[in-house]
Protein backbone atom coordinates (compact mmCIF):
# COMPACT_ATOMS: atom_id res chain seq x y z
CA UNK A 1 0.00 0.00 0.00
CA UNK A 2 2.55 2.16 0.88
CA UNK A 3 4.29 2.47 -2.69
CA UNK A 4 0.93 2.70 -4.18
CA UNK A 5 0.48 5.55 -2.13
CA UNK A 6 3.87 7.15 -3.09
CA UNK A 7 2.64 6.86 -6.67
CA UNK A 8 -0.27 8.69 -6.40
CA UNK A 9 1.37 11.45 -4.61
CA UNK A 10 4.10 11.16 -7.43
CA UNK A 11 0.70 11.74 -9.67
CA UNK A 12 -0.98 14.42 -8.16
CA UNK A 13 2.30 16.51 -7.94
CA UNK A 14 2.96 15.60 -11.27
CA UNK A 15 -0.59 16.99 -12.40
CA UNK A 16 0.18 20.03 -10.04
CA UNK A 17 3.20 20.95 -12.12
CA UNK A 18 1.65 20.96 -15.32
CA UNK A 19 -1.57 22.88 -14.69
CA UNK A 20 0.84 25.35 -13.04
CA UNK A 21 2.96 25.60 -16.00
CA UNK A 22 -0.58 25.86 -18.38
CA UNK A 23 -1.59 28.65 -15.89
CA UNK A 24 1.83 30.54 -16.44
CA UNK A 25 1.73 30.45 -20.13
CA UNK A 26 -1.64 31.59 -20.28
CA UNK A 27 -0.55 34.45 -17.56
CA UNK A 28 2.43 35.35 -19.89
CA UNK A 29 0.09 35.78 -22.99
CA UNK A 30 -2.54 37.62 -21.87
CA UNK A 31 -0.03 40.25 -20.26
CA UNK A 32 2.28 40.75 -23.53
CA UNK A 33 2.05 43.53 -25.09
CA UNK A 34 0.35 43.62 -28.94
CA UNK A 35 2.72 44.84 -31.49
CA UNK A 36 1.28 46.91 -34.39
CA UNK A 37 2.86 44.49 -37.04
CA UNK A 38 -0.42 44.18 -38.86
CA UNK A 39 -1.11 47.62 -38.84
CA UNK A 40 2.53 48.31 -40.59
CA UNK A 41 1.92 45.06 -42.63
CA UNK A 42 -1.41 46.57 -43.76
CA UNK A 43 0.24 50.49 -44.74
CA UNK A 44 2.96 48.50 -46.37
CA UNK A 45 0.60 46.66 -49.16
CA UNK A 46 -2.01 49.71 -49.36
CA UNK A 47 0.77 51.97 -50.13
CA UNK A 48 2.02 48.80 -52.66
CA UNK A 49 -1.50 48.33 -53.56
CA UNK A 50 -1.87 52.05 -54.65
CA UNK A 51 1.12 52.02 -56.49
CA UNK A 52 0.37 49.12 -58.56
CA UNK A 53 -3.51 50.42 -59.06
CA UNK A 54 -1.99 54.38 -59.96
CA UNK A 55 0.18 52.61 -62.61
CA UNK A 56 -2.10 50.32 -64.57
CA UNK A 57 -4.97 53.39 -64.01
CA UNK A 58 -5.73 54.77 -67.55
CA UNK A 59 -6.57 58.45 -68.13
CA UNK A 60 -10.51 59.76 -68.65
CA UNK A 61 -10.65 61.82 -71.99
CA UNK A 62 -7.00 60.96 -72.88
CA UNK A 63 -5.24 57.87 -75.11
CA UNK A 64 -2.95 57.50 -72.23
CA UNK A 65 -2.13 55.66 -69.13
CA UNK A 66 -0.16 56.82 -65.79
CA UNK A 67 2.91 54.62 -66.92
CA UNK A 68 2.97 56.12 -70.24
CA UNK A 69 2.34 59.50 -68.58
CA UNK A 70 5.16 59.37 -66.16
CA UNK A 71 7.77 58.05 -69.05
CA UNK A 72 6.64 60.80 -71.07
CA UNK A 73 7.00 63.28 -68.00
CA UNK A 74 10.54 62.41 -67.54
CA UNK A 75 11.58 61.83 -70.96
CA UNK A 76 9.46 64.37 -73.17
CA UNK A 77 6.76 66.31 -71.11
CA UNK A 78 4.71 66.82 -74.20
CA UNK A 79 1.14 68.16 -74.64
CA UNK A 80 -0.56 64.31 -74.54
CA UNK A 81 -4.08 65.84 -74.01
CA UNK A 82 -3.52 69.85 -74.57
CA UNK A 83 -1.96 69.90 -71.25
CA UNK A 84 1.69 69.39 -70.15
CA UNK A 85 2.33 66.13 -68.75
CA UNK A 86 3.74 66.93 -65.64
CA UNK A 87 0.52 69.13 -64.88
CA UNK A 88 -1.64 66.26 -65.88
CA UNK A 89 0.16 63.67 -63.65
CA UNK A 90 -0.14 65.67 -60.75
CA UNK A 91 -3.48 66.63 -61.35
CA UNK A 92 -4.73 63.09 -62.05
CA UNK A 93 -2.49 61.49 -58.99
CA UNK A 94 -3.57 64.33 -56.34
CA UNK A 95 -6.84 63.99 -57.16
CA UNK A 96 -6.64 60.11 -56.75
CA UNK A 97 -4.55 60.30 -53.42
CA UNK A 98 -7.00 63.00 -51.96
CA UNK A 99 -9.84 60.99 -52.56
CA UNK A 100 -8.48 57.55 -51.53
CA UNK A 101 -5.75 58.52 -48.81
CA UNK A 102 -6.96 61.62 -47.66
CA UNK A 103 -10.66 60.28 -46.83
CA UNK A 104 -8.95 57.79 -44.67
CA UNK A 105 -7.08 60.57 -42.84
CA UNK A 106 -3.72 58.99 -44.76
CA UNK A 107 -0.41 61.45 -44.44
CA UNK A 108 1.53 60.50 -47.57
CA UNK A 109 4.11 61.30 -49.95
CA UNK A 110 4.04 60.34 -54.04
CA UNK A 111 7.56 60.61 -55.29
CA UNK A 112 8.94 59.70 -58.70
CA UNK A 113 13.04 59.63 -58.87
CA UNK A 114 15.34 58.21 -60.89
CA UNK A 115 16.41 55.43 -58.31
CA UNK A 116 15.77 54.38 -54.53
CA UNK A 117 17.91 56.78 -53.44
CA UNK A 118 17.80 59.48 -55.56
CA UNK A 119 18.17 63.04 -53.75
CA UNK A 120 16.18 65.27 -55.52
CA UNK A 121 12.26 63.78 -57.06
CA UNK A 122 11.65 64.43 -60.03
CA UNK A 123 7.61 64.72 -59.11
CA UNK A 124 6.90 64.66 -55.70
CA UNK A 125 2.67 64.92 -54.23
CA UNK A 126 2.56 65.08 -50.52
CA UNK A 127 0.35 65.79 -47.71
CA UNK A 128 1.97 66.39 -44.54
CA UNK A 129 4.41 63.58 -44.67
CA UNK A 130 8.55 64.20 -45.06
CA UNK A 131 9.54 60.54 -45.92
CA UNK A 132 13.38 59.99 -44.15
CA UNK A 133 12.19 62.16 -40.81
CA UNK A 134 12.97 60.04 -37.84
CA UNK A 135 10.07 61.60 -36.00
CA UNK A 136 7.03 60.59 -38.86
CA UNK A 137 8.70 56.21 -38.38
CA UNK A 138 8.22 56.14 -42.42
CA UNK A 139 7.15 52.55 -43.18
CA UNK A 140 8.74 50.84 -46.59
CA UNK A 141 7.00 52.45 -49.58
CA UNK A 142 5.29 50.95 -51.76
CA UNK A 143 7.29 51.01 -54.95
CA UNK A 144 7.80 50.52 -58.29
CA UNK A 145 10.12 50.80 -61.04
CA UNK A 146 9.74 52.32 -64.59
CA UNK A 147 11.94 51.25 -67.68
CA UNK A 148 12.14 54.04 -69.78
CA UNK A 149 13.09 53.12 -73.88
CA UNK A 150 15.39 54.31 -75.40
CA UNK A 151 17.18 55.54 -72.30
CA UNK A 152 16.88 52.86 -70.48
CA UNK A 153 16.66 54.61 -67.79
CA UNK A 154 15.25 53.23 -64.23
CA UNK A 155 12.71 55.26 -62.29
CA UNK A 156 11.16 54.38 -58.71
CA UNK A 157 7.76 55.17 -58.22
CA UNK A 158 7.35 55.22 -54.36
CA UNK A 159 4.50 55.89 -52.25
CA UNK A 160 4.93 56.32 -48.26
CA UNK A 161 2.52 56.37 -46.30
CA UNK A 162 3.64 58.38 -43.02
CA UNK A 163 2.87 58.61 -39.23
CA UNK A 164 2.55 61.75 -38.01
Do not use: W
Not at 3 to 27: C, D, H, K, N, Y
Request: aromatic residues 6%; hydrophobic residues 40%.
Amino acid sequence: MNTRAQFEAMGLAIIVVLISLGLLVVLLFSVREETDAPERYRDQQLAQNIVDALLATSVKDCPIDIADLIEDVVTTNRNPCNVPSEELLKSIVGTILSETLEKQDYHYAFLIREDVDGATPILEIKKSCEPGLPEQETEEPGNQPITVYPTVQTYMILLYLCDT
